[in-house]
Every structure is written in C-alpha cells, then in structure tokens.
C-alpha cells in the first residue's frame, strides 16, 4: 500500500501558520517513518502538500509514529471514494471496483453482504430520486435547500460520504477530535487529483474526437476502453498515490456491455468530475463550519443565540439538529429521508468489530458511494446527451469541441464553470504568445514572472488564510495530533506540557499617553509612492523616524546596524512596498487586457464564419425560393441609401425630424383611406429655396433641390450620380427601384391561401353557364329539359378560339400611398377639406386643380404654364399620384375619368417634366407612356385613345431600350401585344410578343417567359396555326416543371388555355371538313 501524499509535511511553520502561512513547499521524502508504519515508499511518487494545513501539525500527523494511523485511515477512506468513483459503471465498462485495493465484497459474510445490498439500493434510489425531479416544479424552495437536482445530488452525496468517513473512521485507533480535519484533508487531496484528471480528460477529448491530430478522428470515434483506464491509474495511482492495480496488468472481472468508449462515455467522465469537484468542495466547507462552532465550544465561547421554536414538531427538529452539533458523523439536513439514511449507514458501520473492522469500514463506504454515484449517473448521462447535442462537424474540424453547459443556477454556483480554459492553458502556447514574449525588451520578461509570483503567492495565501487559521485554533483547542504518546497517569487530552500552559498568566495591556499619541499622529508624514500619485523623495529630506526612511535602511547597501539586527529567518525578504502594489495592478491590468484580446479576436472569428455560412444557407435558399429576391431589393436600397446619406442621418436623424415635425396633431381621419398599415407616410417631400423677392423659408422635412440641377444648371448624363441622387434618395427613403429593371418573376408564387385551382373543363363550363344566365328568370326558379338542351355547351374549335385570351400583366403604381401622403401636408387645412371631400366623391380632376393652392407653389402638372419652378421631385410626387388615380378609376368603372387624366398628362408631361434630370425625366416618361397604354387595354371603345396605343407603345419602348431596362421592355410589348389582339390586329401582336421572346433568348427560366409562350400559343391558336399553337403550349409546360408553383390564380388561366388548344387539336379534322379548307389554307381564309 502507499502513503496518502495529502499528508505530507508542508513548508509552513507556526509562525507563518498564525499569520497565514507559506505554502506548497516541498515535502520530505519517504523514508523510515513510512516503513515502520508499515508502509512501503514508491519511487514515483511526488507528495503533494495541503495548503490550508500548518506545519506543525502535518508533521505531527506523518512523522509521529502514535499518529500513523491518521494517515492510514485517511489513505483508506480516500481510496475508498476512488473506487465508488470509477465503478459507478461497472457492467457497461469494464469493472473498476475489483482492481481496488481494497477488502474485497466476497469476504463479507452473507448476512452483512445482505444488509449491505439493502442499503446501498436505498441510496440509489434516493439519490436518483433527488437529482432527476426538478424541485422547483413542486413548488416554491425554500431558502437554503436545492433548488435544481445537480445541488440536490450534491446535498446527498455530501452527508453520505460525512457519514460514512466519520463512522468507518471510528472504527481506526484514532482521536475522534481529529476526524474533521482528516476528513478536510481527504477533500483536498481527492479534489487536487479531480481537477488534475479533469484537465487531462478534456485534452483527451480534444485529441480522440477531433481532427486536430489525425484527419480520420471525429465525433464518431470510438477509442478503447484503455485510453481512459490509462489516463485514470496514472493520475489516481502514480501521481497521487491512491490505491489502484495496474488496469494492464490485473484484467476487470467484467469486460462490460460495450467494447469501446464514445463521445457520451467522456462527456460523462467529464460531468463526473465536475460533480466530485464540486461535492468535494462543498464538504470542506462544511466541516471547515463545523470546527469553527466546535472550537467555540471548546473554548467555552458563547454560541449564537437562536431563536424560540414556533410549535413542537419545529422544536423536536431543533433539539435534533443541536444534537447533531456535537456529532462529525451526523450532518444536519431540513430532509428528513436523507437523515434516515444517513442514519442507517452509521448504524451499519457499527456493526463491524475485530482488528479488521476499518478496512471492512473501508469497502462499506467504498460500495455506498459507489451506489451514490449509480444514482447520480442518469443525470451525468441527459447533460452529456445535450451537450452533444451542441456539438457540430465543424467543431471536429476546427480541433475545438464545446465543453457540455450546466444549468445556470449550477454554472453560477459551479467551482470548474472555466475548465476548458484552464485546461487548454496547459498546451502549447499560441503563436501570438510567442509573438508577444518575443517582441518583449530585455528584462521586462523576468519583471513580468517576479510580478506574476508575488501575485500569485498573495492569492494563495488570501485563499487559505481563514481556513488554515481555523483548522490551527481548532488542532490548539482540541489538543490534537499531540506532539507526544500518551503517558500513564494523564488523560487522553491532556499532556505534561499543557498542564504548564495552564500556569501562564496574562500579559497586562500597556496604557498609552493620548497626548502623547496625538503628536506622533500628527508630526507622521506618510510617504506615497510616485505610482500611486505621490511626489518624489529628494535624497536628505526623509524623516529618518518615518517608515518609508526604516524601509530604506532595510533595502540600503550599507549593511547597517537595523539590517544587522533583523532575522532573516523570522521575516520574509524584501518587504512588499508600494511599489510592488503597483507593478502587481499595472501586472493585473495587462494580463486582463490581453485576456479580452484574445476573446474579441475569438468573437470576430465567429462572427467571421457565422456571417460566411449565413450568406451561404441564405443564397441557397434564395435559388430555391425567387420570391424572396423582392425583400433582398428592398433591404439593399436601405443599405445603399445609408451608403449614401450617412446611416445616421438615413434612419437616426430622419426619426428625430419626424417626431420634431410641426405639422397639425389632429388630421382629417379620411385622408388615410389609401394608406397602407406597413408604410408610414414620410413628412417633407420638397423644400423651397429662400428668395430675396418673396423671402419664403423651408418647411420642416423639405429637401432643398441641389444648385445645378434645373434650367439653369449644367446638363447631366442620364445616370444619376452625385447630389440628386442623395437628394433622391433621402425623399425616397433609399427606394431606387424605378431605374433598375424589374425582376423576371411577374407571375407571383403560391402562398397556399388563393382559391384552389379546378379542372379546365369544369371552369370553362361553369364561367359558360354563368354568363347565359338570364336575368330575368328568378333564382329560385329551376331550367326546363329543353332550356337545359339549349343551354348545353359545345366545345367546338370556335368555341375554344372564342374563349383563349393573351395573358395580361397589369402595371402597378408606385408608393400611391406615400405619394399621396406627402402631397396633402403641402396643402393649407382649409384646401385639404375640400381635397378630401373631392376624392371621395371621384372628382380627381378638380383635385388636381386644387393643387395650384398648395404652400411651395402651384403643383396642377395639367397647367404647366403656372407650375412651380425647381420642385422636380414634387412634380415626379403629383404625376405618381395622377397614375394612382387613374387606377382607382378603373376600379370604380369611371373609365371616361381616367382617360382624361392620362391624356392630359402625356400632352402637357414635356413642359411639366423640364426641371427634372435626363435619367429621371426618361424613366418617368416610360411610366407614363405605360400606363396611357394600359388604360387602353381597358377602354377599347375609346377610338381616341386606341388609336395612339402604338404610338405609346413605341415611346415607351424606346426609353426602356435607352434605359436597358430588358423586363420592363417585355412587358411592355406584351401589353401592347394584348391590346392589339383585342383591336383584331392578330399579326402585329404576334409579332411584338415574339420581339419580347427575342430579347429573352438568353435568359434563364423564368415566369416571364412562359407568359411569352402563352400569349404566343393564343396569338397563332386564333390565326388557325393550330401545329404553332400547340408547339408553344408544349414549350411554356416543360417551363412550368422548372419553375416553384406559381398562384393558382394565374395558373388557372394557364391550365384552361392549354386544354382549350388541345380540344381544338382534337377536332380540328372536322373543322378542316366543315370549313372545306386545306391544311395549306389555315391562317388565309378569314383574312388573318
């Protein structure tokens, strides 16, 4: 067996141990004390010192040969944990509990191998009990007790294992006063070899599950069951000197269910040790209190006063708790089952007697913690199983997996919540590290390090302090471990020196003169340090009485009569000094900024990587789903517009202009009839210029129009470029879609909320049926046998060329809404009544005319004579309202109001568009000429207007060519193709629909396209070119099996054109037969 090494003397004497001690000096090397304890030294085995222990007393406990078995008992209830540790596995892994060295179960007798089987299932189940019921869900929890199943689980696992160390450990030859603190020693030790393993674990992780070192290891990997057995006996065994058999040498007596380990099985091993680290340290804590009230007892101090018990059942639990003061082996507990068990395991433990009645304690407590730790493990495996979960390919790859999160509660009260860090603190430096030292001057390395030690070692001793002070007043108070054996004639506690102790008396306190004291205070000149605002001393002019001058004495080369008479054992060299303070901050203040270096440089790789895969998924998805490009054009005309103007002044300032804006509080609720709920109507659409003649200010939210753009200024090229644009672009809130060219989509998608589509036939029929309705036939009124007969439908190849129409692609107007908004702020509250009251009666025409009324000036774009000059973009704003308006018209069949709306525009548009940029004065009249042919489509008993539709076709079309605008310029040779298919001019509309296909030859598929090859199929299908027809209904199919589903509005007609074509494919012959004409003379015989 070997020598626990928490034991181990440390480098702290009684001296340092009063004032907080130095610790983790080196311990020395086993030798006769351990032989003659009956213990055999091991040549690889480095001790390792308790830090909170004194000097004295490790000595005492591991060099005294009547304190030996302190040691003995501690090295084999530590042991005892180890072995509960690793077998909480056993018969899925192989069994560890075997290669223990320990008393093995087989040499109990059966009936104590029965009670022991009982009461171990009790602990299992109860701690599975605890840590898989949330306790919050039962209720609220009261303060003090767990409040998630991790802290319950730790509750459990702390009062088993007091219990049992303090109930096997009175089974050993040893002072029951110096349980307590052996049983801190245990903690430590077993929490130092916890975290150690727990930092070679994960690196492990990082190494067998990731491609860090070998492209073919992953998530998936599955190492031997060896390589966690290796690294376990290593750090348990030769490092720390537990009790363990060499896991090469001693087979398992079980090889478990699974042949290799996973990511699950080292996720598990690494919440194991979080959970041992954190039950460890919680029961230091807990018997660092318990010393603490105990030598208050001991020194007949007066504990804190409690309060009155409200009712029995509160008193009965008080004078059971106080009673459990007096016991190490019963820990205090509100649950009372918990108590119970605990209890029954004390109750167990004393049971055993004879010579060997502390190893047999040893494998009790071995096996009852090996069932706590059974209980704990569903929880280990569902946090194992979520932090796989996190885990992706990429991790594997990059070499960096996630560490598996705890909840919050846990994580905050958690003592490993950084030890991924940590552990990869242990690898190689990083290469900017190297960089940094490198790049460091001479001597500012070695600063750094002397730094770095005295800011460590303070720490340390910060750390330690309060407990090392406790446990030595303890040790003093209880008179244990005793420098000698006991001697006959005097008591277990009591020696031949402590009886000297008792002889001392008291040192009187010297009396102080106050007046005296009050001229040392004042006459005190502190002396400050320059690194901490203070002056620097002149060589001469320090107090010789003062501090600062007898530290310099300490320091001097001199070698005078106060550094002669300093011992040099007695003090610790050089004295920490102001300026020592100040290098440990600035040291401080460096490493933390390096620190947050490094995590920022962390954050912008992610960022980095985050925002490359998003634009990816996103492009993807994009290619899949065209209807999203409409929302990618809006988001990059707000970028582009914040490109422009600033992105505070696009978005920030224009919100503060819009809430500073004096417009009226109270509006006309009836000039929001048109607005739409998802765009908020800007304030400011123009601004006036001041005029020494008419000394006219700007309006809040106006623009003023840039110097050189007008009449007077210089000519522009078509493209819009410098301060017009920004101009535009701030009135239009980054809106640039009228001078780029439309998408190819012009047939929306299916959103899964129009009306589903019918067969052709039964649609053709009922839409038949329906317009021969009579009307004057009552409702309820059935059809006779012969009105149905001659009401019957029959679909002959007339009747198919009667029913196909060209698809037609309407032209919306653009920002009605926003348009409309912005002009009736310009007008005086007075006119804006009567605007309102005009529009809701459809009179737009004396609308308009109110607009001479407006505050810039006269906007009536129908009389440009009087229009207001250098106000572009309000004539733009009144000519988009104009085309709004001719669309309400339509809707409210006054198609008579929007004919003279549109006609009068296009005659006055070249002197109303005069001020306006080339490119924009092109783009706006292509609109314009659109919409004049557009409206022709809809009034074709307009002779007037359908005799200029060519004409505004041509115009239209010139400027798209001019603006490359190849959508726009299909489209509207598809709407000029429609309107003259409607005048009976069949060949010019084919012709202009085949001019759109011509231009789309090169463009991929899109639902343009298939409106091209539409409209084609009904251009020939009514020429009698029914083999055309048929040709272009197969080409606009095959184009519908490449695009997503399109609306089934718009398929519908698609579907009803296509069987309409192939009825009359069908009776063609006999339409050839009944019109008496050849193949040769289909498109010829009716002038077509």
Not at 14 to 26: F, L, Q, T, Y
Not at 592 to 599: A, G, K, L, S, V
Not at 687 to 701: F, H, N, V, Y
Not at 1028 to 1055: E, I
Request: hydrophobic share 35%; charged share 25%.
């Amino acid at each position: 067996l070997r020598p626990c090494a928490a034991l181990a003397p440390t480098a702290v004497s009684s001296r340092e141990a009063r004032v907080g001690g130095r610790a983790g000096g080196p311990a020395p090397p086993l030798g006769a004390h351990s032989s003659a304890a009956g213990l055999s030294p091991s040549s690889g085995l480095s001790a390792m010192a308790i830090p909170w222990m004194p000097r004295e007393i490790s000595s005492r406990l591991y060099e005294k040969e009547h304190e030996l078995d302190n040691v003995r008992t501690t090295y084999l209830m530590s042991t005892a944990f180890i072995g509960g540790f690793l077998g909480r596995e056993d018969g899925r892994r192989p069994t560890w509990f075997n290669r223990v060295k320990l008393m093995p179960v087989s040499t109990l007798t059966p009936d104590l191998q029965e009670h022991l089987a009982n009461t171990c299932h009790v602990v299992c189940m109860k701690t599975r009990q605890e840590v898989m019921s949330e306790p919050t869900k039962r209720g609220p929890v009261p303060e003090g007790r767990p409040a998630t199943g991790w802290q319950a689980g730790l509750l459990c696992g702390r009062v088993l294992w007091r219990t049992l160390f303090a109930s096997a450990a009175a089974k050993a030859n040893i002072n029951k006063c110096g349980s307590p603190v052996l049983y801190m020693a245990a903690c430590q030790s077993l929490m130092v070899s916890m975290r150690k393993l727990l930092t070679q674990v994960w690196l492990e992780v990082q190494l067998q599950y990731t491609s860090k070192i070998s492209k073919y290891r992953n998530i998936k990997s599955r190492p031997g069951w060896s390589v966690l057995e290796g690294l376990q006996f290593k750090n348990f065994c030769e490092k720390s000197g537990f009790g363990l058999f060499d896991p090469v040498k001693t087979p398992p007596s079980s090889a478990g269910s699974k042949p290799a380990s996973d990511l699950q099985d080292y996720l598990e091993e690494v919440l194991a040790l979080r959970f041992a680290i954190d039950l460890l340290t919680l029961a230091m804590k807990d018997a660092e209190e318990f010393i603490d009230l105990q030598t208050k007892r001991l020194q007949r101090k007066a504990l804190p006063r409690q309060r009155v018990p409200g009712d029995a059942v509160e008193a009965e639990l008080m004078a059971l708790k106080e009673k459990s003061v007096d016991s190490f082996a019963m820990m205090w507990t509100d649950d009372a089952e918990l108590r119970g068990i605990a209890s029954l395991a004390s109750r167990l433990m004393d049971g055993l007697e004879g010579p060997s009645a502390v190893h047999f304690a040893a494998t009790f407590t071995g096996q009852i913690l090996l069932a706590m730790w059974k209980g704990v493990q569903p929880m280990l495996a569902h946090h194992a199983s979520v932090g796989i979960a996190r885990i992706a390919e990429s991790h594997a790859v990059i070499g960096s997996l996630p560490s598996p999160a705890l909840d919050d509660r846990d994580a905050d009260k958690s003592q490993t919540a950084v030890f991924d860090r940590i552990a990869l603190s242990y690898g190689p430096p990083s290469r900017d590290c190297k960089e940094l030292v490198t790049a460091l001057p001479r001597g500012v390395l070695g600063c750094i390090v002397k730094v770095q030690a005295r800011f460590r070692g303070t720490l340390f001793r910060t750390r330690n302090f309060q407990r090392t002070r406790a446990v030595a007043a303890y040790c003093k108070a209880a008179r244990w471990p005793q420098l000698q054996a006991p001697m006959e004639g005097y008591d277990d506690e009591e020696t031949a020196d402590s009886k000297k102790d008792k002889r001392r008396t008291k040192k009187k306190p010297k009396k102080v003169d106050a007046t005296k004291l009050k001229e040392e205070i004042e006459d005190f000149k502190p002396n400050v340090s320059k690194y901490l605002g203070g002056e620097p001393s002149k060589g001469g002019s320090r107090d010789p009485s003062s501090p600062s001058a007898t530290r310099t004495k300490g320091f001097g080369a001199t070698a005078g009569s106060t550094m002669a008479d300093m011992n040099p054992d007695r003090r610790s060299w050089p004295l920490p000094t102001a300026d020592h303070r100040a290098c440990a901050d600035l040291f401080a203040l460096y490493m933390y900024n390096m620190y947050r270096r490094r995590e920022l440089t962390n954050m912008w790789a992610t960022l980095c990587g985050s925002y490359e895969r998003g634009m990816d998924v996103y492009a993807e998805l994009l290619s899949k789903n065209p209807a999203l490009k409409p929302m990618l054009d809006s988001i990059a005309a707000q970028l582009k517009r914040g490109s422009v103007v600033g992105y505070d002044k696009a978005f920030i300032a224009k919100q503060r202009k819009e809430s500073d804006s004096n417009a009226p509080s109270s509006r006309n609720p009836a000039s929001d009839i048109f607005a739409s709920s998802r765009t908020k109507p800007s304030k400011g659409l123009g601004a006036t210029q001041e005029s020494a003649d008419t000394q006219r200010t700007i309006r809040p939210g106006m623009t003023p129009l840039p110097k050189d753009v007008g009449q007077s200024g210089e000519a522009a090229k078509d493209d819009m470029t410098g301060e017009y644009l920004t101009t535009y672009l701030k009135e239009m809130d980054g809106d640039d879609s009228q001078f780029k060219d439309i998408s190819a989509s012009v047939i929306p998608l299916s959103t899964g909320t129009s009306p589903p589509r019918k067969p052709p036939h039964e649609y053709i029929l009922e839409a038949e049926l329906a317009s021969q309705k009579s009307d004057s036939r009552p409702e309820g009124m059935p059809l006779t046998e012969a009105e149905k007969a001659a009401r019957k439908v029959k679909p002959d190849v007339p009747f198919c060329m009667k029913r196909v129409k060209p698809i037609w692609l309407p032209i919306k107007a653009h920002r009605f809404a926003a348009y409309r908004a912005k002009v009736l702020q310009l007008l005086p509250p007075r006119i804006l009544q009567q605007y309102v009251d005009f529009e809701k009666q459809g009179q737009y025409l004396a609308c308009i005319k109110l607009l001479e009324s407006a505050t810039p000036g006269s906007l009536n774009v129908l009389s440009p004579a009087t229009l207001v000059g250098n106000k572009p973009l309000l004539v733009e704003t009144v000519l988009q309202l104009i085309v709004g308006y001719s669309g309400l018209c339509l809707k409210n069949n006054q198609g008579n109001i929007a004919v003279k709306l549109i006609t009068q525009v296009i005659d006055n548009m070249s002197l109303a568009l005069r001020d306006l940029h080339p490119g924009h004065r092109t783009v706006l009249e292509a609109y314009l000429y659109d919409t004049a042919l557009s409206i022709a489509y809809y009034m074709p008993n307009d002779i007037s207007l359908s005799d200029r539709s060519e004409a505004f076709f041509q115009q239209a079309s010139e400027r798209y060519l001019r603006l490359e605008h190849t959508n726009r310029y299909c489209k509207c040779c598809l709407r000029a193709a429609a309107v003259l298919h409607g005048q009976g001019h069949l060949s010019e509309a084919e012709y202009y629909t085949q001019q759109a296909l011509n231009k789309l030859s090169d463009a991929p598929v899109s639902s343009l396209l298939v409106v091209c090859y539409h409209n084609l199929a009904v251009h020939t299908l009514v020429q009698q070119r029914l083999a055309d027809s048929v040709s272009h209904v197969r080409a606009y199919v095959a184009l519908l099996r490449q695009l997503p589903k399109l609306g089934n509005t718009w398929m519908q007609q698609v579907d009803n054109t296509q069987w309409l074509i192939l009825k009359a494919q069908e009776m063609w012959p006999q339409y050839q037969q009944q019109q008496g004409m050849r193949d040769s003379q289909a498109g010829v015989k009716f002038g077509h």
